[in-house]
């Protein structure tokens, strides 16, 4: 997996976000430097929250991830979209994986995840039948795990000093 391009809106310290991050092939790893309180923590936050989702399971939550300029905004949505690419069957694909939350007229937390790989689109979210989402879900996890598995992307996606 390559990531591209990261954008987030409204989350966290970031009410827009929309970062290249393309490398040349020669020098392929990007170092993020910054202050405290920059944003380095969020924007692997970001990544991580693109590609495994965010778990918000109630309205308290989804608000203190929330960017404090969207609080007074009608757009009270955040949204994670990674671009990046892979290798399968050795042919290079491209994806785009957006995630969006918002809360519905009842106040709980809901989901909405697509992912466009190479023009196919596979949608999900929780307002889809059980069923369907069952399957389009299972399909975005498989891309995801082929590409990079959770349980390695603590050796990729981490902030130290």
């Known amino acids: ?34 202050a405290n309180g920059g944003g380095k923590t969020t924007l692997f936050e970001a990544i991580y929250g693109a590609l495994y989702g965010l778990h918000i399971n109630t309205s308290k939550h989804f608000n203190e991830l929330l960017n404090a300029g969207a609080i007074n905004h009608e757009d009270k949505k955040i949204m994670l979209e990674l671009h990046f690419t892979g290798m399968v069957l050795n042919e290079e694909q491209q994806y785009v994986l957006t995630r969006t939350y ?26 889809t039948a059980p069923a369907q ?29």
């Open 102 to 127: 918002g809360l519905n007229p009842s106040g709980n937390p809901v989901e909405s995840v697509k992912l466009n790989m190479n023009g196919t689109i596979f949608q999900y979210g929780t307002a």
């Open 1 to 34: 997996m390559i990531i591209k391009r990261i954008k987030a809106h409204n989350f966290k310290t970031y009410l827009e976000l929309d970062l290249d991050l393309a490398v040349d092939p020669e020098r392929p790893i990007i170092l993020i430097g910054g």
């Open 133 to 161: 989402r069952a399957i389009q879900e299972a399909e975005v996890s498989k891309i995801i795990k082929a590409n990079l598995p959770q349980e390695l992307s603590r050796y990729f996606l981490f902030d130290a000093m």
